[in-house]
Structure formats: structure tokens, C-alpha cells
């Protein structure tokens, strides 16, 4: 066993772990976060306010803070660019998707939705975000592999999909946004989800959980706003 992931049992974010760890083909099991929250966080190494955790297992170290998990992982196991802009570059995708999801969650579920400020996000910030995305991936994809960097696929492509592949699932009602506003990110998310241990292990993961996207009231609100908008 390479790594435990102590996350909840929701897609969210921790779906950006899992899919680089599959991809990176790493032997990984789950546990329940509950046993690190945050007094007993402070008796580890890397501790934190809320899980994602990552614990290497043969280092015997633990690690907090989704983007930097992943770029932990990236380069430990060879999944960042060449390039240093360009590494630069996948951690500013991986930082903005946490930003997405903390938005999209209202600052991780505290504050709940109204209409307007729904209307704002889905409208300006989300629509902003997505052709954000759209406008590295058109000027910098790599025509010949279909990957954002270089020929290979990296952590900023699994941190898009994790994202996106994520809403387009979960919150089928915006898939339309993402193919209107990031139509080449929302294929490569296609691609990246039909990778065979990714494709796999999203299959079970749908199966059994259905759609719930981040659980708690703060889905209940996103799924209030988008039914009743
Ligand atoms: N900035 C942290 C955010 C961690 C976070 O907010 N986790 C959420 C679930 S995705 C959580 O467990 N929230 C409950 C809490 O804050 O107590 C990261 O990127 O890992």
C-alpha cells in the first residue's frame, strides 16, 4: 500500500487524489477523516483544518490542503510538465479549481445560496471560470496528444476533470455551461474520463453514490437554486 486518503465518502474534492492516484496507477485505501479533525490534526505532521488528508505511507507523513496533495503526488509520480512556467501553469489550474469548489460551495458550506447571488455565480464567476480554463487549454493544448502540456497528460488534466467531470455528473443542469463556455476542456474531460482504471473506478463510484456532488444542507441549496431557477 503506497498512500491512505482520509476523505468523505462524496466526490468533491476528493475525487482530485483518487483520479491522479489511478492514473498514476498507486496502490491507495480510504479512511474516515473524522479521527483528524482539527485538535487531533495538531499531533501530526502537515496538519490542517478540514480533510483532504493524504498520509504516505512509507514516509509515515501526513499532508493537508488539496492543491498541495496533488502537486505532491505530481511530482512525486511523474504527472507535472517539464517546463517550469508550465508547472507554474498546472498549479494555478489545480489552485483555480479549488477556488471553483469553494465558490460554488459558498466558502465550503458556510453561507447558503439565494437566487441572485446564485444568478451572479452561475452567470459571471462560473461562466469566467470556465473560459478561463478554455483560453490555457486553446492557446497551450498540445495539438498532437490532446493534453494541456506537452505530450503528456499532468496534473492539470486531472484537476479539470476532477472538477468539471465531477459537475457534468453531479449537476447535469450545468454541463450546458461547460460546454458552451470551455467546449475543448469539456472534451478533454471526456478523454481523461474514459482512461481505463479512471473509467473504472467512476463507474463504481456512480453506481453507488448516485449524484451526490458535496453532501450536507450546502448541496441542497445548489440543487434548490438550479431546480427553482
Ligand atoms: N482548503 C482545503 C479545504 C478543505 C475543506 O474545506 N474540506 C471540506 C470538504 S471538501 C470539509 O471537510 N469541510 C468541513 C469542515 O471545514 O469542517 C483544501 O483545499 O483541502
Redo the contacts with the bound molecule.
Keep these: 500500500m503506497d498512500y491512505r486518503l482520509f476523505y468523505?465518502d462524496v466526490p468533491?474534492?476528493g475525487n482530485f487524489p483518487r483520479l491522479l492516484m489511478l492514473e498514476a496507477a498507486l496502490d491507495f485505501e480510504e479512511s474516515d477523516?473524522t479521527i483528524l479533525y482539527t485538535q487531533k490534526s495538531l499531533q501530526i505532521d502537515g496538519p490542517?483544518?478540514?480533510?483532504?488528508y493524504l498520509y504516505d505511507i512509507a514516509l509515515r507523513k501526513y499532508l493537508?490542503?488539496?492543491?498541495a496533495i496533488m502537486m505532491y503526488l505530481g511530482h512525486k509520480h511523474h504527472l507535472m510538465p517539464k517546463d517550469e512556467y508550465d508547472k507554474a501553469l498546472a498549479y494555478k489550474i489545480t489552485l483555480d479549481c479549488?477556488d471553483v469548489?469553494m465558490e460554488i460551495t459558498r466558502y465550503?458550506?458556510s453561507k447558503m445560496w439565494t437566487k441572485k447571488e446564485w444568478k451572479e455565480f452561475r452567470y459571471e464567476r462560473f461562466s469566467n471560470w470556465l473560459q478561463i480554463f478554455e483560453s490555457i487549454s486553446t492557446n497551450g493544448i498540445d495539438k498532437s496528444s490532446g493534453y494541456t502540456f506537452g505530450g503528456k497528460i499532468t496534473v492539470a488534466d486531472i484537476a479539470l476533470t476532477a472538477l468539471l467531470g465531477t459537475i457534468k455528473h453531479c449537476l447535469p443542469e450545468l454541463s450546458e455551461d461547460i460546454k458552451e463556455h470551455a467546449p475543448k476542456v469539456s472534451k478533454l474531460v471526456e478523454r481523461i474520463e474514459k482512461r481505463e482504471r479512471i473509467k473504472q473506478y467512476l463507474k463504481k463510484q456512480r453506481k453507488k453514490s448516485g449524484l451526490v456532488y458535496?453532501s450536507g444542507r450546502i448541496e441542497s441549496s445548489i440543487r434548490e437554486m438550479i431546480a427553482t431557477q
Design positions: 468523505w468533491f474534492r477523516p490542517g483544518m478540514a480533510p483532504p493537508n490542503q488539496m492543491p479549488n469548489l465550503n458550506g458535496c
